[in-house]
């Protein structure tokens, strides 16, 4: 039988990225997370042990806010995917982290084709 222990939770940015990184890549359609470079315009996708630079954690106005950059796969449904990503981190987040006020902001910085 699981008892509660009184006192209080704190989750770092960094182990909020890598729960949603992790749950992100779980998602249908979703390649990876991406990364952008100013100065070319371009965004490349990120290898699996680099996920949390592809995510940016922030808080505003008491909530926290993820912004996930990613790449899909080529003829998805972006909206269905988007859609999913949003669902699958504030479970992830509200079920490991216990932290139930989360936005999530999807960016499509890419497609790329699965062989």
């Known amino acids: 039988m699981a008892q509660d222990i009184p006192g209080s939770l704190k989750v770092s940015n960094d182990v909020i990225a890598d729960l949603v990184g992790f749950a992100a890549l779980e998602c249908y359609g979703v390649v990876g997370m991406a990364l952008g ?3 070319e315009g371009a965004y490349r996708l990120l290898p ?7 995510i940016d954690v922030s808080t505003q106005e008491g909530r926290v806010v993820v912004d996930l950059h ?3 796969v080529s003829g998805v449904n972006i909206t ?3 859609d999913n990503l949003v669902s699958a981190v504030q479970f992830v987040l509200a079920r490991i982290a216990e932290l139930t006020d989360v936005d999530v902001r ?4 890419g ?3 699965v062989s």
């Open 37 to 39: 470079d100013q100065v």
């Open 48 to 54: 699996t042990y680099r996920l949390r630079k592809g």
């Open 70 to 72: 990613v790449i899909v």
């Open 80 to 82: 269905s995917v988007a």
């Open 106 to 109: 999807v960016h499509i910085e």
């Open 111 to 113: 497609m790329r084709s």
